[in-house]
């Protein structure tokens, strides 16, 4: 039988990491010895704390439904950590709690777009993004950002792409794929074209905020730009900075109007997200950063020794990242000296003859690329850029 589908369905993709990683997973359980640098997720554990802490939630009785937009002691803590870490205010009914980042961003984009309205999206994105837009009904707009611009746009760029249908503009620093993270003087210059244009809603995406080794602090687009404040929407979460990407929990921040259209969005859908998980994010967000900081150095030692090593395999050329756990190399020359048509067969290619699993550029919006994540061990990263240089020499 044939169904007659959904025109959303039809015109998004599937999520290419989430499919890589599925594939990725049935090619180890078939016992292929697969070194998977495909999926993004920290290598380490939850901190114990937090462990016990959704324990003594589930010894507690607290395992029914929860707030629809989050507990009142989980909203309390996210607004202690946007003051404390991002000097940012924010009351109660400004903070929605969702089942993860990923659903965060799901809920602003089914919250605010009409057939049409355009999203500009820099590239390369999060492979979700123009997706989770279309599904929305958005028009994806994409301004491209290559090596050559160390994969940040220009405020010129920007000016450009903004039309009288823009609603809103997406950003997301330090980047995943390409670990780059805009400087606070990039983003007052971004900031100074949203100012003049009022209509433009920013969606500042701050997941990998905290996996950042520049000599500047983190800052986000309304803290460069504070006029920005009444239009911004920020999303974070504890996937990253403490390890719990299982645990679904992320979070938006903003305009109460829009904070209510999104909780509405989310009543109507999911309810409320994992009560034990919302027990051991309060734990998460109140305890003190010295839980970060081992996992952030390994990425950086990671780091440090990935880009120089993916520069010595021939055909590769990879920049110096300042955060996330991500690099993002052009590759063309590596796919041209092996005679294949495009990154995608490059990444199958490495998948097969290196069994090195990556995720192309392609559904991050820039094709001659491809994604290294290294939340892995140092000796996983040493074997597999052995590997991938064996396999393109
Ligand atoms: N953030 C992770 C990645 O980019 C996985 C989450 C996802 O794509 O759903 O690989």
């Not at 169904?3 to 359980?29: C, F, G, H, Q, W």
């Not at 971004?190 to 800052?219: C, K, M």
């Not at 069994?355 to 597999?384: C, D, H, K, N």
Request: proline content about 6%; charged content about 20%.
């Amino acid at each position: 039988m044939s169904y007659k589908l959904a025109d959303r369905v039809l015109r998004a993709k599937p999520s290419a990491t989430n499919m890589l990683d599925k594939r990725t997973k049935e090619l180890i359980a078939q016992g292929r010895d697969i070194i998977a640098l495909n999926y993004g997720e920290p290598d380490f554990d939850t901190p114990p704390h937090v462990k016990q802490a959704a324990i003594a939630a589930i010894e507690a009785g607290k395992t029914k439904y929860t707030q629809v937009d989050g507990t009142p002691e989980l909203k309390q803590a996210i607004i202690g950590k946007l003051q404390r870490e991002n000097n940012l205010t924010y009351e109660a009914n400004q903070i929605l709690v969702s089942c993860g980042g990923k659903h965060s961003i799901a809920n602003a984009l089914q919250a605010l777009l009409n057939v049409g309205d355009e999203v500009i999206i820099p590239a390369p994105f999060w492979v979700s993004y123009p997706e989770m837009v279309r599904i929305a009904d958005g028009t994806p707009v994409i301004i491209s950002a290559d090596i050559t611009q160390n994969f940040k746009i220009t405020a010129a760029q920007l000016e450009k792409a903004i039309t009288p249908k823009t609603k809103l503009f997406m950003l997301n620093s330090p980047s995943n794929p390409s670990g780059a993270a805009y400087t606070h003087a990039e983003l007052v210059a971004l900031g100074e074209v949203l100012l003049r244009h009022p209509q433009v809603l920013i969606l500042s995406d701050d997941l990998y905020e905290h996996i950042l080794w520049t000599a500047e602090p983190f800052h986000n687009i309304v803290n460069a730009c504070p006029a920005l404040y009444e239009r911004s929407i920020v999303i974070n979460g504890v996937s990253k900075a403490y390890a719990m990407t299982g645990w679904r929990i992320g979070y938006a921040a903003g305009a109460a109007e829009i904070i209510k259209a999104m909780t509405l969005i989310q009543s109507q859908a999911t309810s409320c997200p994992c009560s034990i998980s919302q027990a051991a994010s309060v734990a998460a967000l109140n305890s003190d950063r010295h839980w970060m900081q081992p996992m952030v150095d390994a990425y950086k030692e990671r780091h440090d020794y990935m880009v120089p090593a993916l520069n010595e395999i021939p055909g590769f050329n990879c920049r110096y990242s300042e955060g996330a756990f991500y690099l993002f190399p052009n590759v063309e020359q590596a796919i041209a000296k092996l005679g294949l048509a495009d990154d995608m067969a490059f990444a199958d290619y490495l998948l097969n003859k290196a069994e090195v699993s990556l995720v192309p550029g392609t559904p991050f919006g820039l094709p001659g690329y491809i994604r290294f994540s290294y939340a892995t061990s140092m000796e996983l990263l040493q074997e597999s850029v052995r590997r991938i240089r064996a396999a393109v020499l």
